[in-house]
């Protein structure tokens, strides 16, 4: 698909029959839904993960690994590479699918949670938001707008707007500026000329505060994006709230249009969050805790470094069919993790990015085969059941 | 071939016609040889050199991919692995190769200079060393024959001797008795029975003087070994020094028998050394300088680092064909190395094995052509002109 037909489609006749989302299976007794997201750089099946490249790449992971493992869209992050290494450069150096080199669809984060997390200093007003950079302590100031300039400079082909995060525990007065401003970000998002072919997602906010998500929700619809994410969720409220906000918000968000909810989560999680109707995900969870050692398995979790793996032959998981498991026992992935061999965090991030991918790739197929519902019973139990033998 | 067969050439009946190294072109100018080793786990064409993998990982680089740089042999160390995870562990899962998932050829060091570099509280005797280990401080003492024994343990196809190492500014008497006592080592070493398929290599030592290297290696030759190492060389002395023990050394080792230089060095150097008739070489030196952000280059060395690098979209050495050249910036590179992202110790230790091991694969061209002094003599001047553009 041409990037100029596409982007007619996205921008200046949003979202006509065919548009670039189309749900091609329903599950009868869940809200799982099998879709698929055109973008400039390929087609994306849903439900789908998306492994995490903050600064521009998936830590410890090459392109064509990437490939290899069927990750069909990665998320980066827009904050980041402003920092550094500048998305002025990017853009010079001829985007971020080249600099990175990676040919597949890519979906940049706004920032809007990391200066969140991580900025010092930072004083949101509706202007935008100002901070300190955490690497270096600069000052910065960006509005929605430049928001959406930054990722028009990485040519990615989905944007997020710029969305205001605030705790599990705002008060509810913050909550509702904090999801105003988000709102009127977005419609403000909407009027910088991105390029033909760039898809802009809205972000649903609103705290802890269902009435507040509903109503941000529906504003947001109006708005007509060809996507919409929900935020906010996992940052801290128990986890009873999580799941009722999730899917409360999901059935306010129109189905033939794509749901990304944003930063989470475990396996058993995306497995319930499928089920109320999300189509993407993104989550630091798999290559982060392959870094500490931490393995995703059907059985569930895996610590290597436990000492009782010190003489296990085993794959790390004896169902899974990635390098890592095809070639290593447990016994070296422990040496590798005890002796911080960089191979360890390697072999660790290309199995549980496996184990996320072929779970996506999974739930795709019992979608389409409208056994979604035993499947999922079958799967979360396997993986709460505890530790692998 | 079969273990069984190459070992009873190995240990029983040594080196008859037709053993497991064989000159297939010498150079007519300098010292320089083609040939080929035979191992257990196959051929290694030589001149090679071994990437190192200390704890039974090169560090960043899964074994697939070291079979696309062309790696024949690599290098591990019997003193790091009895340390961590143990040679007994590593014999009851079935032996170094299967362990770390590489059925390539494997020569292990001895650990002799681990303990003369790492190893604290060392004490060395006739009888063996005494030492702590340099990662928890527990106590240790390894006799030749348990240090033999080791590296029957790992299966390795290569076996070193235990040496002692003594500093580039030992006295006489020092380097007199450590020379003495490696060579005594050597031929205690030699009543270890090992597995069939195994070759064990004597190692000439006798610091800085060069008498004493040249008597240490006629005694060793003496003792009829498959194959002969130089060790002590680069730990400190001058430059000039270390090439006229090289070349003085080597020539007191037998033609017929495949020389092994330890641990050197720079691109330029292997030129050099190869000219003088060695034939195996291992050095951190590609490996550790990536994870610094040095690569090595046709035209000389690159610091990607350098803010000159921020915006250059050159590969980092347009000659060369390796999977890092052919996808990635400078610009990119030195991004991943200035934001300390994993995938640039990686991508840059990628570069840097391919271009040593494409180096050994030229010099061995040049000297079945015949053309090894002229090939050396441009190469040289090129590599160490500068700094590329």
Redesign the interface.
Known sequence: MSPVAHGAAARHQPHPVGGPFEVIATDDTTGARRGRLRTAHGVVNTPMFMPVAT??????????QLTELGAEIILSNAYHLAL??GTG?IR??GGLHR???WNGPILTDSGGYQVFSLAALRKVTDSGVEFRSHIDGAPMFLTPEDVVRLQVDLGVDIIMVLDECVGANAARADAERAARRTLEWARRSQQVTTTPGQLMFGIVQGSTYQDLRLCQAGELVALDFPGYAVGGLSVGEDRAMTMTLAAETVAALPAERPRYLMGVGFPEDLIRFVGMGYDLFDCVLPTRNARNGMLFTSAGRLNIRLARH??D?QPADAECQC?TCR???R??L???A??H???G???ATLHNLHFYLQLMRDMQAAIAQGTFAAWSAARLKRLTEGEPA
Do not use: D, N, S, W
């Open positions: 600064q521009g790449t998936v830590k410890g992971i090459v392109p064509t550094r290494p450069l010079e150096l600099f990175m080199g010190q003489r032959e390098y070639t290593f026992t016994a070296y422990r040496h590798l005890t002796t061999e960089m191979l965090a390697q072999l």
